[in-house]
């Protein structure tokens, strides 16, 4: 019986790589790479590999996981606009073999019992020890109070999980009487204790107004207690949301961890996303199973503190473990920058960023983060350099590669950082600002250097991604941008500049890498080996020419060399081919 199950596996897994393949005869069950085209040429933004579905709103990647060979993804959705709506909001459902091309399936969720009859919100995905997925997500029940649910596939042999059934014993977790009725939510994948108890993180704001991530305890998945002891609390954040908290291997090792190991000497990763700011925060720190206490190492209290996913424009990240290839990925939202009105016009809003693969760096203070190695599937036309030189206020083009949907790597290095700024203590502790007064049109003495990207043929309109070094306490400090306030002439968009600083040694490395995906509406940077990373939202108005045009540029004092570039125009995934 197990070698037919196999083989029935193996043969969903085919049918879906024939699907979802771009270079598969299915590929008619989506649009043509014509059609795509003219779809972004016509000014919808269209991305043509990232993920978002075929129309109308997403927002927070829900429940990711790898079942029986095939990846899933669920994400907030609303099948009746281009609108965030509470009482519509439902859990699209897509699946891949490569967690590139998409196939589209049902919702898989849909706000239609007394539990979640005003929206089925966030939530996670967990095993259950017979290998069954159950999902943990927030209903808005009827009295409009956000309680958690239960939902089980209706056949666990189906490697694509097409029906979920809610139990009538929903919810699971009623609204507690400390806690503000529209502020709890988003349980996490739960794990289980060394006393065999289940545990699931769920994000609340206490009458007083603090912020809490509350732990709740279970011998059977369905009668849950709370612990006495939140995990987290704070009352300097606000409402925190979309809880995630993970095991990770030792400093260095980059295979991802699903449970603690034997000697649970495991370092575990604590995840927050702050309304306020609407963006995610992350600490490095030790979890005690026994009190599920959370112990930050060198961090303060405030979440606002703690390292940052990304600099720019994403929020409710989620992770997964990926058992087929060992690795934690992360999944991120990133919302539109542009107006109500015409995202609406244009009939959908949102995209998923690209999976990354994530890991403890060798310093043991913060994650490293890298594209999921998938996406390189997708290149073709391919430019290579070595040891170029960029001249003080000089550029030099990338040619040969399509601008619009490409994948750069580059690498600068720094002959000298004699003349490099000195950094005052106030601007810090705010890179984004610092990024605005020191663009890359401001020269200086080390920086700014780096790419210009999505640019017009007159470079009116530009996206610039770039380093800045500072001299700060007798070290370095180098900063990261991506400055959009260039990007485009539309005077409607939002289009600040990002920043953040690379946390890298530049006197011992004398030099930077930097990684930049481009997908028509999206920019995804990766400085100095994913120490730093910030996306963006760009909405230009020269795109119907397609004539984007991508440069290296150099506004410092001085020479950089680029040791190293390579560049590849990427084809198009299939994304969200619908499935039968």
């Keep these: 019986m197990a070698a037919l199950r196999l083989s029935a596996y193996a043969a969903v897994a085919v049918h879906l790589c024939l699907l979802l393949s771009p270079s598969s005869s299915l590929r008619v069950r989506g649009l043509s790479e014509s059609e795509e085209a003219s779809t972004v040429r016509q000014g919808s933004y269209r991305t043509a590999y990232h993920f978002q579905p075929a129309k109308n709103w997403q927002n927070d990647p829900n429940g990711p996981m790898y079942y029986k060979g095939v990846y899933h993804l669920f994400y907030q959705y609303n099948p009746h606009g281009a ?4 009482v519509t909001i439902s859990w699209g459902h897509s699946v891949s073999v490569d967690l590139v091309n998409w196939g589209a399936l049902d919702n898989a969720l849909d706000p239609d019992s007394p539990f979640d009859a ?11 020890p017979d290998g069954t997925p159950v999902m943990l997500y927030t209903g808005v029940n009827a009295s409009n109070n956000q309680v958690q649910n239960l939902a089980f596939p209706k056949n666990a042999s189906d490697p694509l999980l097409r029906e979920w059934i809610k139990p009538t014993y929903n919810s699971v977790i009623p609204l507690p009487a400390d806690v503000l009725n529209d502020n709890f939510r988003d349980p996490s994948t739960a794990w289980l204790g060394r006393d065999g108890l289940w545990r699931v993180a769920v994000s609340a704001q206490i009458k007083d107004s603090v912020a809490s991530t509350l732990i709740y305890r279970s011998k059977d998945f369905r009668r849950w207690e709370r612990n006495a002891e939140p995990l987290y609390s704070s009352g300097a954040a606000g409402m925190v949301e979309c809880p995630d908290l993970f095991p990770v291997a030792e400093p260095g090792i980059q295979n991802g961890l699903d449970l603690v190991p034997p000697n649970r000497a495991a370092r575990h990763v604590l995840k927050l996303s702050v309304m306020a700011t609407h963006q995610d925060y992350y600490v490095v720190g030790r979890y005690d199973d026994a009190a599920d206490t959370f112990a930050l190492v060198g961090a303060y209290n405030d979440c606002r503190t703690w390292h940052r996913f990304d600099y720019g424009h994403v929020y409710a990240s989620k992770s997964f473990y990926d058992a087929g290839k060992k690795r934690r990925v992360l999944w991120s939202w990133a919302n539109e920058s542009d107006p109500e009105p015409v995202y609406i016009a244009r009939g959908w809003a949102g995209v998923q960023t690209v999976p990354r693969k994530i890991w403890l760096a060798s310093d043991g203070k913060q994650l490293l983060q890298w594209p999921i190695e998938e996406i390189e599937t997708l290149r073709k ?7 170029a030189e960029v001249n003080a206020g000089g550029m030099k083009e990338i040619i040969g590669v399509a601008g619009t949907q490409a994948d750069v790597e580059v690498v600068f290095e720094i002959p000298a950082l004699d003349g490099a700024e000195n950094l005052d203590p106030n601007q810090l502790l705010d890179p984004q600002r610092l990024c605005g007064e020191k663009g890359a049109s401001v020269p200086g003495g080390v920086g700014p ?8 043929s007159d470079l009116q309109e530009h996206t610039s991604i770039f380093f800045r070094v500072f001299r700060h306490a007798g070290k370095y400090k180098v900063l990261m941008c991506t400055d959009l306030r260039r990007s485009t002439k539309r005077a409607d968009v939002y289009k600040p500049p990002y920043g953040g ?5 530049i006197e011992k490395e004398s030099g930077i890498s930097l990684r930049t995906l481009i997908d028509h509406s999206v920019v995804e940077s990766y400085g100095g080996g994913g120490r730093a990373v910030i996306t963006a939202r760009v909405y230009l108005e020269h795109e119907e020419t397609n004539t984007n045009r991508m440069l290296m540029f150099n506004n410092r004092t001085g020479m ?11 084809k198009a995934a299939n994304v969200n081919v619908p499935v039968v």
């Design 449 to 456: 250097f780096g790419l210009l990207v999505l640019a017009s």
């Design 118 to 128: 005003n929206g089925c919100w966030s939530g996670s995905a967990t095993f259950l």
């Design 83 to 86: 609108t965030w709506s509470n």
């Design 501 to 505: 600083f690379v946390d890298i040694d």
């Design 560 to 570: 950089v060399k680029v040791s190293k570039l390579d560049a590849w125009e990427l």
């Design 381 to 387: 036309t391919r430019v290579g350099l070595l040891g």
